[in-house]
């Protein structure tokens, strides 16, 4: 009688190194393709006036003092600063992911790989 396949701890193994990998490719896909136009957005919208917008809402609907204004408008830049060199190095995690698996890859499997990021990544902007 043969013992079941799903006790040898190879297969185990195999199975779970290509769940992982296929989960983490997915992450670094939907985070890769997602990132450009959340981030972009969100800074532009900052640079061109988001800031003064929201500056002024709170000043209307808070009565906020101009001593209470200038502390606010501290806090908002401080938090797009912070909001900025977080998402900074996500990028940098990300690629350093998928560069990571990208050497585990043989080249055949790279370039499957780069499609499936790109599938992702059209399937983001639709």
């Given amino acids: 009688m043969n013992p079941s396949p799903w006790r040898d701890p190879r297969v185990v193994s195999l199975l779970?190194?290509?769940?992982?990998?296929?989960?983490?490719?997915g992450a670094l896909g939907f985070r890769y393709s997602s990132r450009s136009s959340s981030t972009a957005a969100a800074a532009k919208t900052w640079k061109e006036g988001?800031?003064?917008?929201?500056?002024?809402?709170?000043?209307?609907?808070?009565?906020?003092t101009d001593e209470q204004a200038g502390e606010v408008e501290a806090v908002?830049?401080?938090?797009?600063?912070?909001?900025?060199?977080?998402?900074?190095q996500m990028d940098e995690v990300r690629a350093d992911g998928?560069?990571?698996?990208?050497h585990i890859l043989k080249p055949d499997q790279q370039e499957r790989f780069?499609?499936?990021?790109?599938?992702?990544?059209?399937?983001?902007i639709r």
Avoid: H, N, P
């Fill in 50 to 64: 988001g800031k003064d917008i929201s500056l002024q809402r709170f000043r209307t609907e808070l009565s906020l």
């Fill in 98 to 102: 998928k560069e990571r698996i990208l």
């Fill in 16 to 25: 779970l190194l290509v769940f992982l990998c296929g989960s983490a490719a």
């Fill in 76 to 88: 908002l830049d401080d938090f797009m600063k912070y909001y900025q060199t977080l998402q900074a």
């Fill in 114 to 124: 780069k499609r499936m990021l790109s599938d992702l990544q059209a399937r983001q």
